[in-house]
């Protein structure tokens, strides 16, 4: 790949992590700061399919990212854990900016379906309980996240909305000792899971804006358990 002129040093082809976060954030702000390069849905406001021909730079450093630092830390924690994975494919990205007062569906408990996705929610900005944390159901006992299988009863799901989780299970899920757990951190925090666990992204409190890139990786596998 090629290097713009105003990159910091490289070596063996990758940038520091830091400064691969901080140009890869600069690069979405530029987008986000140019109405012709977004959509805006629900309130939120989404860079378009077409952002690798307007924007070379977010190109440039989202390349970097998968290269260097996505698909690496993949490969050493997630793909040998799946039982069966095949080849994992990189699909279009979602690029987003979170804002107060969204109507996104992602602001309800949901799942993301039973199929053989596994997702990296990448922090471009500070993130924290007021700028819409990714939030997911852990036990307090072993902190295991809950996840939705095959054969769970579709009683527990809302029939006209899903995958979304219908509340009177929310609060039987509470009374069983699961809890919301809601990652924070700063600017170039990852947090990885796969599509079956149950989680929400926090509503953002008013003055506070979140920035993420969400790469959808599929893992072809002989089984989901």
């Known amino acids: 790949m090629k290097e713009p002129s105003d990159s910091p040093s490289v070596t063996n082809g990758c940038a520091q992590y ?3 976060v901080k140009n890869l954030s600069a690069a ?3 987008s986000f700061n140019d109405q012709n390069h977004y959509d805006l849905k ?3 406001r989404m860079i378009k399919r077409q952002w690798r021909h307007f924007n070379p730079q977010l190109k440039f450093w989202y390349d970097q ?4 630092y996505v698909r690496p830390h993949l490969e050493a924690h997630v793909y040998k854990s799946l039982p069966g994975a095949g080849k994992p494919a990189f699909l279009e990205p979602l690029i987003s900016r979170n804002l107060h007062g969204s109507t996104r569906r992602s602001l309800d408990w949901h799942y993301d379906g039973i199929n053989e996705l596994v997702k990296v929610l990448l922090y471009l900005t500070d993130v924290d309980e007021r700028s ?3 939030t997911a159901f852990l036990h307090t006992e072993s902190s295991v996240p809950l996840r939705i ?3 769970v009863t579709l009683e527990y799901l809302n029939p006209n909305d899903l995958p979304n989780i219908h509340p009177e299970w929310v609060a039987e899920l509470i009374e069983h000792s699961f809890r919301p757990w809601c990652a924070t951190g700063p600017a170039g925090t990852m947090v990885t899971f796969d599509t079956s666990i149950i989680h929400w992204a926090s509503r953002l409190e008013e003055g506070h804006i979140r920035d993420t890139i ?4 599929k893992v072809p596998r002989t089984r989901i358990s």
């Open 18 to 20: 830091d400064a691969v």
């Open 28 to 30: 979405v702000n530029r």
């Open 42 to 44: 629900t309130g939120d």
């Open 65 to 68: 990212m998968v290269t260097c």
């Open 132 to 134: 819409g944390c990714f």
């Open 149 to 151: 299988r095959p054969a």
């Open 214 to 217: 969400n790469f959808q990786i």
